[in-house]
């Protein structure tokens, strides 16, 4: 079973992106997802996550500015991030928690983690 991202890159601030989520080996139906980030000298911090049923949650600021999906039939989740500032730099990663959820996972539900995704917002 693995994950693997897939869409980081170096853009401007203001400029948008689309990180994807492909998984291998098992199917992400039976999973919520999530998105987390890291970034140089910080912890670990929740972006979003999406439940089996499609509902959607967000932490700070990327709730206005970043949307979460999934495609099953894709097997496939994706972060659409909009209006990039020089915060959002960080490493990105996806994973996944089994099961169904009344709310969002919490970090300990999550078991299979992707090797990250690099995005650099810089001037």
């Known amino acids: 079973a693995q994950l693997v991202e897939s869409g980081g890159g170096l853009v401007l601030p203001g400029s948008s992106l689309r990180l994807s989520c492909t998984a291998s080996?098992?199917?992400?139906?039976?999973?919520?997802i999530g998105w987390w980030r890291r970034a140089p000298g910080n912890e670990r911090e929740g972006v979003g996550c999406i439940t089996n049923e499609g509902d959607t949650y967000y932490i700070g600021s990327s709730e206005a500015r970043f949307i979460v999906s999934r495609d099953n039939d894709k097997n496939t989740a994706y972060l659409q991030m909009n209006r990039l500032t020089l915060a959002d730099t960080a490493t990105y990663y996806c994973?996944?928690?089994?099961?169904?959820?009344?709310?969002?996972?919490?970090?300990?539900?999550?078991?299979?983690w992707g090797q990250g995704t690099q995005v650099t917002v810089s001037a």
């Open positions: 080996g098992f199917r992400l139906d039976d999973y919520a």
């Open positions: 994973a996944v928690a089994k099961g169904r959820f009344s709310g969002p996972p919490q970090l300990w539900d999550y078991s299979i």
